[in-house]
């Protein structure tokens, strides 16, 4: 299984960015996928996730209403499409996949992509 993240960048406070993370190797039908990201110095902290049966979408208090998270099937790739950014977003952004439903829980995903660098200038 491989989870390849891109689209990251430098941006300016307020500016956008879209990340996409494409699965390879088997397909997440039944699971969900999850964004997370991970500041130096700083724990891992999740961003949000969504069930690619359903839609189902979970998202971090700090990114609700900034941030959507969407999935093409077809392309088993899911996007995270973040506006309205801040320097405090600024962070490596990890892709996940495996995890039984839109969880905020690292743990409980089983497969991680490389991570891809946000940083957002002030």
């Known amino acids: 299984v491989q989870l390849q993240a891109c689209g990251g960048g430098l941006v300016q406070a307020g500016g956008s960015l879209r990340l996409s993370c494409a699965a390879s190797?088997?397909?997440?039908?039944?699971?969900?996928m999850g964004w997370f990201r991970q500041a130096p110095g700083k724990e891992r902290e999740f961003v949000a996730a969504i069930r690619w049966s359903g839609g189902s979408t979970n998202y971090a208090a700090s990114v609700k209403g900034r941030f959507t998270i969407s999935r093409d099937n077809a392309k088993n790739t899911v996007y995270l499409q973040m506006n309205s950014l801040k320097p405090e977003d600024t962070a490596a952004y990890y892709c996940?996949?495996?995890?039984?439903?839109?969880?905020?829980?690292?743990?409980?995903?089983?497969?991680w992509g490389r991570g891809t660098q946000v940083t957002v200038s002030s």
């Open positions: 190797g088997r397909t997440f039908s039944s699971s969900a």
């Open positions: 996940a996949a495996g995890a039984e439903w839109a969880s905020p829980r690292h743990y409980e995903y089983d497969y």
